[in-house]
């Protein structure tokens, strides 16, 4: 039996609903399997947990997470209870840091079933790789006087390490994909990180000469993905771009609410934690209407990481195969709860 230890952290907001939907969807998924087994043990990492702490996690908050196998979060964030930098600083970016997951990977692709708000779309199957450590989201920088003379200064961190690590992920991924790379830059505004990143690429690029690649400026870029998503296969962005390209991503597939993703430490010496693109979604939260397949999809991205991929085809064909008979949730067309999309995807997959 292949037994795998997973820390849940639901977090805040809808969180809390569609990784318990999720986590059934892997109870059944071991049960399908036979020969594989989760151990879950859930932390209350929050808002909440803030509020009465004092802390987004307690002090050796990551010495407790860092032997399990893999972490699977939902969302955090409730700026009624703490502003949003401190609490995902706090507990998602701090992750994200310190257990070295410098990766971020965010697939989007038409769903059978779902409309995409694009008016015929071409079937387009794009993966986004996040540079996940560093770049724009950064802490670096500072405020200084109050008032009409205020200023902010916010640095970006571009390490050629960093940089060129994200870059080599995604003309690898793309070697077994259609062997494009495409990078989205902004080196004609951004005067001294973009260019920076332009001649990395091109570096890199000659380590992979049977790979084709192109250069976007990130604001034509996200036209071309409203205009012609399926030209792209891989793009490597920075960490802003990944972030911003990743919901627009999520937004052509039809919901931010089915979209799944990958912080991935590539260096063994942490787990990865798998979370979904969305946020905490407080315009819906205590609804029983949150879409669960963002955080399933996400659950399938855990699987193929642990080398079960023929078992992550098999979930994400059940999940297509529900949107495919319309068992949908408000965000993309539907009138289903949860609850009720949660048991579908269970019982097809049960009958497998
Ligand atoms: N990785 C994370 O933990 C993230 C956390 N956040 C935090 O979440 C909070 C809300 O952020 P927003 O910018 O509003 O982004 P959001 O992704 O939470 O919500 C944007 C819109 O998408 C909808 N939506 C999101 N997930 C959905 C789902 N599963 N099913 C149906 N509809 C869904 C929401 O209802 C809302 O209308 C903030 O505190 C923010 O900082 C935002 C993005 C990522
Ligand atoms: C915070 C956020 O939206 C992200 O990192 O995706
Ligand atoms: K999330
Ligand atoms: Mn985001």
Redesign the pocket.
């Known amino acids: 039996m292949k037994n795998i230890k997973i820390a849940t952290i639901p977090?805040d907001?809808?969180g809390k609903e569609?990784v318990p939907a999720a986590t059934e969807v892997l109870k059944a998924v071991s049960e399908v399997h036979g020969g594989l087994a989760f151990d879950f043990t859930d932390f209350p990492y929050s808002c909440e947990y803030y509020l009465e702490h004092g802390d987004m996690m307690p002090e050796d908050g990551l010495e407790r997470l860092k032997d399990f196998d893999s972490i699977f979060l939902g969302?955090?964030?409730?700026?009624n209870l703490v502003p949003?930098h401190i609490s995902?600083w706090g507990l998602?970016i701090k992750i994200r840091r310190e257990f070295e997951q410098v990766i971020n990977i965010r697939p989007a692709k038409v769903m059978s079933g779902v409309q995409s708000p694009l008016v015929n779309p071409n079937d387009f199957d794009l993966i986004v790789v996040r540079e996940n450590s560093e770049g724009e989201y950064s802490s670096v920088g500072g405020r200084i006087y109050r008032g009409e003379d205020e200023i902010a200064i916010q640095n970006g961190i571009f390490s050629r390490k960093g940089t060129e690590r994200a870059m080599r992920f995604a003309f690898e991924l793309a070697s077994n994909r259609k062997k494009h790379v495409t990078s989205a830059t902004k080196s004609n505004g951004i005067y001294h990180s973009m260019p920076f990143w332009d001649e990395v690429f091109k570096d890199v690029s000659k380590d992979y000469p049977d790979i084709t690649t192109d250069s976007q400026h990130i604001d034509a870029l996200a036209a071309f993905f409203v205009t012609h998503p399926e030209k792209f296969d891989v793009i490597v962005a920075s960490n802003l771009f990944g972030d911003i390209l990743t919901d627009l991503g999520a937004g052509i597939m039809g919901?931010?609410?089915i979209a799944p993703a990958a912080n991935i430490n590539v260096n063994g010496k942490y787990p990865s934690m798998f979370?979904p693109v969305?946020?905490?979604?407080?315009?819906?939260i205590g609804k029983g209407i949150?879409?669960p397949i963002?955080q399933i999809w996400t659950a399938k991205m855990m699987l193929d990481h642990f080398g079960e991929e023929e078992l992550g085809t098999v979930l994400l064909d059940v999940i297509e195969s529900t949107t495919h008979d319309r068992i949908l949730?408000p965000?993309i067309g539907g009138k289903h709860t949860t609850r009720e999309v949660t048991d579908e995807i269970i019982k097809r997959l049960k009958a497998k």
């Open positions: 977090g907001g809808i569609v969302a955090v964030g409730n700026v949003d995902l998602l919901s931010v609410g979370e969305h946020g905490s979604a407080p315009d819906i949150a879409n963002g949730t965000d």
